[in-house]
């Protein structure tokens, strides 16, 4: 039995290579000193997959920025306004990823999604309709030559031409259509040229693979891979595809002659079905996704044993394998220091998960599998109860009653009564919460969590800052303000650290998009609130006016998107969990006084199903009931607002309204304002405050600008319940550009106020 894994991560354990680009960004290294260290996190991954005895090594998993950007470069793909700059070969390419502004021009950053259904973000490729497909560089051919110098004869990935050409961008008249083709000529020509320099196997990625295909996506797969497998050469391809199961088109898959195909097990619902139901060819390998590329936690060997011995019966050749890249969890436990071994035990991090990969293999090979002593412990592991566990919160979870998930009264009679109450002016204004954090707010907190300052100290430097920021809202002319989050690190990280049931990692980093990376926090345990959290801040703030101060809380669904949640229970009683502890909060703020309480559903969108089909079953009908929960026990008078950061949710506009929150905000300055058309098709019933000033820009956005914003939107959406707003958090803008950016949206709401009649 052979192992293999689709990826690895390539940022260095110690983020090294997100320093040396930032480092190279700023001049203070030369190109040759960015690739030494490239080099020297490849070469580390190498050894370190080598010494595993792990049989299927990657290369060409490695990039500088992000491998769709690099399979656009390879390819030829590139605009013509990043060649024109004139710039070096790996400027051009950091030009496409982050926009260029100097001597030779300005240009902006090719734009940038979500990586299916993972934090990570790739940038998107743009088809031009001239654009000539063709071998344009040379680094799946030199990084496997490299590895080849150091002893290992790699697997070269590629991202493929089928994911590449769905993804993409078509700024011209042309569409994929017109290029499959050529790009599938040219994948022949790479793969030839892999094959003249003694690649055995080659592993080709079609992600895409996993989403809802048309009968035409099918077509054009099959049509694709035609080309490519015709007269093959002398590599065997692997055709790679993960983050979930192939029901539509694995018929397609069968009949084209691949070597191996590589199917997830982890997220792949059906993948087992699949096969048990229909067979798999006899003259293929399977590469099994059966250790999680996706979580921290260590594999469950009993449950992978299963699957394997199924494959077994059914006399599939099967090659031990990753779901999916390792790239989306972090390098390795070794680097925690602070984690008690109590809990390290459990956790797998991609230096471990190489182990369990050769762990499997030894108990699959052994004798009595389940004799293995890396069986036995496994199971011994899997079998303690763990710390953590709260009955009491179980029970409260199973006692929930519709009565839990339904704020009384009905919406319509909420309006009228919190109008009454609040008295706001017509296009009330407010902001997002966060106010720009300055340096110093950043080095206080950090010195706090060193407790090189005292509580005191630190709390009247917080509430000094709150303050400031009130009555700078009040002279701005605010309605609605907020205390300005200067307690805050991250959104989701600060209500984790404040309840039980999470721990924290010390340099578990994950790539998040070329040279970000984020920390997610783990879910350890049963969640609750031990102590209230945002109550003491809110309270203050509201102590300095009279007008309305927002309390501002992180919703349950957001939390658990953007931390490693729990595999021994489903998301839905992990998400109800923390919807009792935000419920708590949001209780005790209400009895505080607190009037308007503002819950962030930041990421409610992130996490939604691949496929249609599933978006319901697996994902909304337990997120948005999660999010009610939280707010069902508030009194009438008390107004709920939510924030998403972003417009798209036509698709699930009627799951945003069965939030049933009385306020939601959003993104809209970038977009093109469609999202309004469809909130008026839709009878869309919250109220809603579009945002009307990007804060993603530097740029200051001009009162009259602003005011014909707003007069577009009053076209689509009634007055009576238009709010006006930014269109997120300030805490990355500067002070500066904030000030008369807020002054200009207040006044631009006045101006428009006086000028409608209703
Ligand atoms: N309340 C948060 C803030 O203002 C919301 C941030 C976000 O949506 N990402 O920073
Ligand atoms: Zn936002």
Redesign the pocket.
């Known amino acids: 039995m052979k192992t293999s894994i689709v990826g690895y991560p390539r940022i260095g354990s110690l983020r090294e290579l997100k320093f040396a680009c930032e480092k190279y960004f700023k001049n203070d290294i030369d190109e040759t000193q960015l690739k030494d260290t490239a080099k020297k996190i490849r070469l580390q991954n190498l050894t370190e997959q080598k010494n595993s005895g792990l049989d299927f090594i990657p290369s060409n998993d490695f990039s500088f920025y992000d491998g769709v950007l690099d399979t656009a470069f390879l390819l030829n793909v590139i605009p013509k306004r990043y060649k024109n700059l004139n710039l070096s070969k790996a400027d051009t390419y950091f030009a496409a990823a982050r926009g260029y502004q100097g001597t030779k021009g300005d240009v902006k950053a090719l734009s940038m999604k979500k990586w299916f259904n993972t934090n990570y973000h790739y940038i998107v490729p743009e088809f031009e309709d001239d654009t000539q497909i063709k071998i344009s560089d040379c680094k799946p051919f030199e990084l496997f030559s490299e590895a080849l110098d150091n002893g290992v004869k790699t697997k070269p990935v590629l991202i493929g031409p089928f994911t590449f050409l769905q993804l993409a961008k078509y700024t011209g008249q042309k569409n994929k259509n017109d290029f499959w083709e050529s790009i599938s000529n040219t994948y022949r020509d790479i793969i030839k040229k892999l094959s003249e320099l003694g690649a055995e196997w080659i592993q080709i990625d079609e992600p895409y693979l996993v989403k809802d295909l048309s009968k035409e996506d099918t077509e054009l797969f099959t049509n694709i891979y035609k080309i490519i497998l015709k007269d093959k050469n002398t590599s065997k391809i692997l055709l790679q595809t993960y983050f979930g199961d192939i029901r539509d088109c694995f018929n397609a898959v069968y009949e084209l002659d691949f070597d191996g195909i590589g199917l997830d097990f982890t997220e792949g619902k059906e993948t087992l079905n699949i096969i048990k139901s229909n067979g798999f060819p006899k003259d293929k390998i399977l590469f099994a996704g059966v250790v999680n590329g996706k979580n921290i936690w260590k594999n469950n060997y009993a449950k992978t044993l299963n699957i394997l011995n199924e494959l077994k019966r059914l006399s599939v050749k099967t090659v031990i394998g990753s779901s999916c890249s390792f790239l989306h969890i972090p390098y390795t436990l070794k680097n925690e220091k602070n984690l008690s071994e109590d809990y390290k035990k459990y956790f797998s991090f991609a230096s471990e998960k190489l182990c369990e990969l050769q762990e499997l293999k030894k108990i699959c090979e052994s004798e009595n599998p389940l004799k293995a002593p890396e069986y036995i412990s496994n199971a011994v592991l899997f079998s303690e109860p763990r710390s953590g566990h709260r009955p009491d919160i179980a029970e409260k979870i199973n006692s929930l009653s519709e009565k839990d998930f339904t704020r009384k009264p009905a919406f319509a009679e909420r309006e009228i009564i919190q109008k009454n109450r609040l008295s706001l002016p017509l296009f009330p204004t407010t902001?997002?919460?966060?106010f720009p954090q300055s340096a110093d707010i950043r080095s206080v907190r950090a010195a706090f969590k060193k407790k090189e300052i005292s509580e005191n100290d630190y709390e009247s430097f917080i509430k000094d800052k709150i303050v400031k920021c009130i009555r700078l809202q009040e002279e701005l002319g605010f309605d609605v303000l907020v205390h300005g989050?200067f307690e805050r690190n991250d959104?989701a990280e600060y209500f984790g650290e404040h309840l039980d049931g999470f721990i924290f990692t010390e340099k578990a980093w994950v790539q998040s998009y070329g040279t970000r990376c984020v920390k997610p926090p783990i879910i350890w345990g049963d969640i609750s609130r031990s102590k209230p959290i945002t109550v003491k801040w809110s309270v203050f703030a509201q102590s300095l006016t009279d007008k309305p101060v927002k309390g501002?809380l992180t919703g349950p669904v957001t939390i658990l998107n953007w931390s490693f949640p729990r595999e021994d229970i489903s998301l839905k009683e992990s998400a109800f969990q923390l919807a009792l502890a935000i419920r708590e909060e949001v209780e005790e703020l209400e009895a505080n006084g607190i009037k308007i309480i503002?819950i962030?559903e930041?990421a409610l969108r992130e996490k939604l199903p691949l496929r249609k089909s599933d978006w319901n079953t697996e994902y909304l009908d337990w997120a948005i009931p999660a999010f009610r929960l939280v707010h069902s026990g508030v009194k009438p008078e008390t107004q709920i607002h939510t924030?998403m950061?972003y417009s798209e949710f036509d698709d699930i506009i009627e799951e945003i309204d069965n939030m049933d929150a009385d306020v939601i905000t959003f993104e809209a300055s970038r977009s093109d304002l469609a999202i309004l058309d469809v909130l008026k098709e839709k009878n869309f019933r919250t109220e809603v405050g579009p945002g009307v000033y990007d804060i993603h820009s530097p740029r200051i956005p001009q009162k009259d600008e602003i005011k014909n914003t707003l007069k577009k939107i009053t076209e689509r959406i009634s007055p009576e319940k238009l709010w006006v707003n930014p269109d997120?958090?300030?805490?990355t803008r500067g002070i500066d550009e904030t000030v008369p950016s807020l002054k200009n949206l207040v006044d631009a709401a006045k101006e428009i106020r006086s000028e409608t009649k209703v």
Request: proline share 0%; with cysteine; charged share 20%.
């Open positions: 902001t997002i919460g966060s989050e959104m501002m503002q962030d930041a924030h950061c997120c958090g300030l805490k």
